[in-house]
């Protein structure tokens, strides 16, 4: 057990340097002498970037705990799509500029509460017994379907203009957050993973199983309806903040799972974080300094993801041979 937590334990520490190296670079790195305008400016994207790993590293190691399921994420519930459809409408209805020229506060918190709410709502209805959890996350997948053609039919119809300024707001940047969206989104994310983190020895007994976690006391359909809400929640808010960003759960969370093989939240929880804190300042740097801002990190994001999942299924399914 020693052993154990002492592995465990010099493998975060090691993660927690290498975040904080990545972070003190991107920070001092060609800031042609403006030390302070830089790290305005750039600190408020670390902030950023702290939040999206923290939302997205809890959300998704406990969401594929909960479905047993180390392909699937929270995305599969359609939420992307739902936030892809509401800035869509606004756009369509408001306008382009309208849209841009304001500070959306408002459309903010919606948007966060929308998404938590149809889950909220689906998991009420749906998880009166164990196996509808898998009618849930089918459900998830078709409305996601449908708010994405909603969202195509109305992109169509819209002026060139409208539609060019809307696919601004869809790729998720870094580079425009506004701070009061900042603060809301600190505040959320923090209690929302709170809870998680408070909840990690149910998800430890979670991973062993649904049947194994009701035999042990665990009142499954009210923990799988707090845990939804809590990833919904967590993963608007991400979105919500930056936008989608396809793939960086499902990346961060199957490296957690190789690099520390524990059934343990409290280590794969902060392992996931880490990751998430590397792998997304990694991007932006490469972002800004390499490609010099001709790609954008969502862009990053789902070449390597994309690569990582095609090569995880490959090498589970040479594993069960």
């Known amino acids: 057990m020693k052993r154990s937590f002492s592995k465990n334990g010099l493998l975060l520490l090691g993660l927690l340097l290498l975040a ?11 800031t042609y002498g403006n030390f ?22 809890t959300a998704t ?5 909960m479905t047993q399921n180390q392909f699937l994420t929270p995305n599969i519930l359609g939420l992307d799509s739902l936030y892809v459809l509401i800035q869509t409408i606004l756009f369509f209805i408001l306008g382009g500029v309208n ?15 929308m998404m938590a709410f149809l889950s909220l709502l689906l998991a009420k209805l749906l998880l009166k017994q164990q196996h509808d959890l898998f009618i849930l996350l089918m459900l998830g997948m078709i409305l996601g379907t449908l708010f994405s053609s909603t969202s195509n039919f109305l992109q169509v119809l819209m002026d060139p203009n409208e539609y060019d300024l809307l696919q601004g707001r ?3 940047s870094f580079s425009n957050i506004n701070t009061l969206h900042l603060s809301w989104a600190a505040g959320i994310i923090l209690l929302g993973s709170f809870f998680l983190f408070a909840a990690n020895r149910y998800l430890d ?21 707090l845990l939804l809400f809590l990833i919904s929640l967590l993963t608007g808010t991400a979105t919500a903040l930056v936008g989608p960003i396809t793939f960086l759960g499902f990346i961060v969370a199957n490296i957690s799972y190789q690099l520390m093989p524990t059934y343990r939240h409290r280590y794969l929880f902060p392992t996931a974080i880490l990751l998430g804190i590397i792998f997304l ?6 972002v800004e300094q390499v490609f010099q801002l001709k790609t954008t990190v969502s862009v990053v994001t789902q070449f390597i993801g994309g690569l990582y999942f095609i090569w995880k299924i490959i090498y589970e399914r040479s594993r069960q041979k």
């Open 20 to 30: 904080l190296l990545l972070c003190g670079l991107y920070l001092t790195y060609h």
């Open 61 to 65: 190691v406990s969401f594929q705990t």
């Open 170 to 172: 869809l790729f998720a």
């Open 205 to 225: 007994v979670l991973h062993l199983g649904s049947d194994q976690a009701t035999n042990l006391g665990i009142s499954l359909n009210r923990f799988q309806i």
């Open 281 to 286: 300042v990694g991007s932006q740097f490469l």
């Open 99 to 113: 849209m841009l020229a304001q500070k959306q506060t408002a459309v903010f918190l919606i948007s966060i509460l």
């Open 36 to 57: 302070q305008f830089a790290w305005l400016l750039r600190g408020k994207k670390i902030m950023a970037f702290l939040l999206v790993a923290l939302a997205t590293g």
